[in-house]
Each structure stands twice: as C-alpha cells, then as structure tokens.
C-alpha cells in the first residue's frame, strides 16, 4: 500500500476567554444534544462527516464499541440542525486533569459553507468548557484541544483559529493512502 505524508496540528484554548464565539448563521438551525446513546446515529454521524475526508478509524467499531464509548461518563455528541436536518456535529471526550478534547467536529458535505461550522464549533467549545457543571466529580476544564489534519476540510484550519484556538504541535507522518470511504457515486459534492 502506497503512503502519502499527512501534516497533524494540534491546537488548544487555555482560557473560556480565549473562545472568539461566531455569530448564529441565518436561518432554522439549532443545536441540540444527542442525549441518548445511540451507535447507529454516531455511526451515520461519524460516516457522513468524514467520508469524503479519509475518516476510517471508527468504521471497523463494533456496535458494543460504539455503545462502550458513548456511554463513558462525560463523553457528550451535540448535533447542528438545519430545518430539523442533521447538519453536523462536535463530539466532546473530557480527559484526565480538566483537559477536554474535541474529537471530532465536522458537517456533512451539502451544509458546508454557509456558517453553520463556525456557530457550532463555538458552541461545542463552549460546551466543553462548562462540562464540570454536568459532571461534578470531575476536575473544571482548564484546557480544551482539538487536532486536525490535511485531509480535512479545507476550512477546518481557519475555523479553529479564528475561535481562539492556538497551534501547540505539528507533526508529519507518512500514513497509509486510504480511499475515502464516501460520498457514495452521484452523491454532494460530485
């Protein structure tokens, strides 16, 4: 199998008053919490988000994987809607020591673009900031992280920047040359 060299930066905010919130986008979208377990929904979430970006990692879970992990106390999946249409997601994985990692965040290919990104990547870093409130035995968030690549979105970058986020580590690997998994022949964007 081919390699291809993959640039990984990991970025972090110290502070909630380092997040730089990006106003609501116009129209009917909300963001709601998926607060019940659900591997099918993680699932369709995760393979949707990243299928046109090389997001491969998860898609050999098993379904007892998927419940194992969503039912990790403090694991937390906030979902972006658009006239009651998932349009993405933030997944949020609190750590040891008040350390919250963003683990995955992304939209689904037809909702990029029109300033849904920005609206809930501030709300899920703000979230991840004020998980202490839901989950009192852990320590408060004194650090929330994220990393992203080059084979994400080509606005990933931008994004958490311009939400406060700061770059702390890059790192270049040669990785495997994987086909993205989707989207499907005929589907958004051809």
């Not at 979430?45 to 098993?62: E, F, K, N, P």
């Not at 790192?171 to 998994?181: L, N, S, Y």
Request: charged letters at 25%; glycine letters at 8%.
């Amino acid at each position: 199998m081919s390699k291809m060299p993959v640039t990984t930066w990991s970025l972090e905010q110290s502070a909630l008053t380092d997040l730089l919130p990006a106003a609501a986008p116009e129209g009917d979208v909300r963001i709601a919490r998926a607060a019940v377990p659900s591997p099918e929904f993680s699932r369709f979430l995760y393979a949707s988000v990243g299928g046109d970006i090389r997001w491969t990692d998860r898609l050999g879970w098993s379904y007892a994987r998927w419940r194992e992990h969503l039912e990790r106390p403090g694991v937390e999946t906030w979902v972006a809607y658009e006239r009651d249409t998932p349009a993405g997601y933030v997944e949020l994985d609190p750590q040891d020591d008040g350390v919250v990692e963003i683990v995955y965040f992304g939209l689904l290919p037809a909702f990029r673009g029109r300033r849904i990104g920005g609206h809930l990547l501030s709300h899920g870093t703000a979230r991840a900031w004020d998980l202490a409130e839901r989950w009192p035995e852990r320590t408060p968030t004194k650090r929330v992280w994220l990393h992203t690549c080059s084979l994400d979105g080509e606005h990933a970058m931008e994004n958490y920047l311009r939400r406060g986020f700061r770059l702390f580590d890059t790192k270049v690997e040669e990785e495997p040359q994987v086909p993205a998994p989707g989207p499907w022949p005929g589907a958004y964007p051809s």
